[in-house]
């Protein structure tokens, strides 16, 4: 059917049923499409996928691997459109064929691997007059791009760049990185850029127990080893580059961990790191002008006890799509304040057991700060200079006390309501051993299932250092007591564990992704309204298949598409290329792909 005329109101869709299905499930009345794969050509004249012949050239012309986060900007009108997508990692097991460790990868696999991170912008068509998509081919697609771990050159911006900690000898200014790395989430800008978050970049570098005595805690305090030359896991990058080993080059690990910000629509132009937006395991950033015109980016730091954190711009966002507007708007993450949460419960401490029983008053809920951190180049933690706090944000939030949450990851304000939705993805460690025990926040021991965290600024005003926040959803299996769907009928409520992703259609509605599902069925897609008597009334959407997590989500501004990304189908341990736990999607072996959904009668998504 052709599109028809209306937006997005109350979800009306039909839940689809939890599964195991190596297969992309989606509602009754819904269809969905591959828009972009594994090694799908992205450069013009770029070569297909042939897995026994990929070299970095190939790959770094193709599509890259571990897709997560989704964005699809217009272009021109409802017809064309830019869809930029992370790429994550990679799972070499699957890549390559004959496949033992990383250790036996060839220098030239390595840097296949390298060229399959990073994030790629394609140019979309809308096919016949419905929401589905597909990449528009030909030789003259002057936006389609690669960026890559290997070799793109990014600039640092604000305080920090420039800085001692970010003088290596390839950089004795500190100012160029040469690639990205773990790109998870993100997010798109209102002045059409995208924020991508540099997130578990620990697992590229080696040789930390080799790095100056001095800087070791700092090292550790972002997961690189200071005790084995090469601790498991390792990616044996150092083969392929020697900055990846940090005993000869100790600061190459401080020019990762950062939000990038990418325009799709300057292909020429470099990329940015903006040391402004602080040093974490990003997940992402999201944007939202405030009622003064500045802009406020909500970013998640995504390890058990870490924190969620804001950036307030100094200047404002200029509306308008003028040449001089979009350049203005261009500078608005480059200098600003860092703030980290501070979260209190307002029920008393007895009442929080652990146990996910709610307390007396009826809610999960509370007040809390933003504390502020760096505000340009001053700093207000006692003993650390702005680039200390801004490249060692981790430790700044540890000396001001921040509340250690529960897996901050993506963060994202409704453009509604300028409320703020966190996923709190899970926490195996709350409450176990000598580790932190449960908050009004994170009232659950060993958390396996995640939960939503609602926050709402003062006075509605984004730039507020204070706020209210609540609980709307305890994520697991409804029949499990210690769950929560803002009061809801738990009969009409579909199943949800390990909420990683949030994305919001036109009518408000909610939209979680997940990641882990430790219920034993496949990650999938959920939606919720958030606001009215609906709230709570959580339903599954999209089931991913087998292996796979759920990212994106991203649905069009005119609501008729639905855009996931199947991030790593078929990883399980023993799988290989040869022996592959997912086919998906075209029957032979596994390859993480973009897909899109739609109505087949041309209606909004969800309603
Ligand atoms: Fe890459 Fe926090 O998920
Ligand atoms: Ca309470
Ligand atoms: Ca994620
Ligand atoms: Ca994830």
Known sequence: GTLKKGKAGP??????????????????????????????????????????????KRQSAQFGYNNDFVGVLPLRGDRRALL????????????????????????????????????????????????????????????????????????????????????????????????????????????????????????????????????????????????????????????????????????????????VEVDPFDPESRPRKHTALGRLKHEGANVIVAKNGKVVAYMGDDERFDYLYKFVSDKKYLPGDSAYARRHNLTLLESGTLYVAKVTGDSPAGEIDGSGKLPSDGAFDGTGTWIKLVSGNRSYVPGMTAADVLTFTRLAGDAVLATKMDRPEDVQPSLRTGKVYAAMTNNSNRGVGTNPGPDEANPRNANKHGHIFELVEQGGDNTAESFTWSLPIVCGDPADPSTYFAGYDKAAVSPISCPDNVAFDSAGNLWISTDGNALGANDGLFATAIEGSERGHLKQFLTVPYGAETCGPFITGDDRSVFAAVQHPGEITGASLEKPASTWPDGDFAKPAVVVTWRLDGGPVGS
């Open 84 to 259: 930029v997508v992370n790429h994550e990692y990679t799972n070499e097991e699957l890549m390559f064929p004959g496949f033992t460790s990383l250790e036996a990868l060839t220098v030239d696999q390595v840097e296949v691997a390298m060229a399959a991170h990073g994030l790629s912008v394609v140019e979309l068509e809308r096919v016949d007059g419905t929401g589905q998509w597909q990449p528009v081919r030909g030789r003259h697609l002057p936006y389609n791009r690669r960026i890559t771990a290997l070799a793109t050159s990014f600039a640092f911006t604000g305080p920090a760049a420039g800085s001692a900690w970010l003088r290596t000898a390839a950089d004795p200014k500190g100012t160029t990185a040469i690639g990205t790395l773990n790109n998870c989430s993100g997010g798109v800008t209102p002045w059409g850029t995208v924020l991508s978050g540099e997130e578990n970049f620990n697992q590229y570098f080696v040789g930390g127990d080799g790095a100056p005595e001095a800087l070791k805690p700092k090292l550790a305090r972002y997961g690189i080893s200071t005790t084995a030359r090469v601790p498991a896991g390792s990616r044996r990058w150092e083969r392929a580059q020697e900055r990846f080993d940090l005993a000869k080059h100790p600061h190459e690990a401080h020019r990762f961990g950062w939000i």
């Open 11 to 56: 979800l009306t869709f039909k839940a689809i049923p939890p599964n195991r299905l190596d297969n992309l499930i989606v509602p009754n009345g819904y269809d969905s499409a591959v828009v972009m794969r594994w090694g799908d050509p992205v450069l013009p004249g770029a070569p297909g996928l042939d897995v026994t012949k990929q070299t970095a």
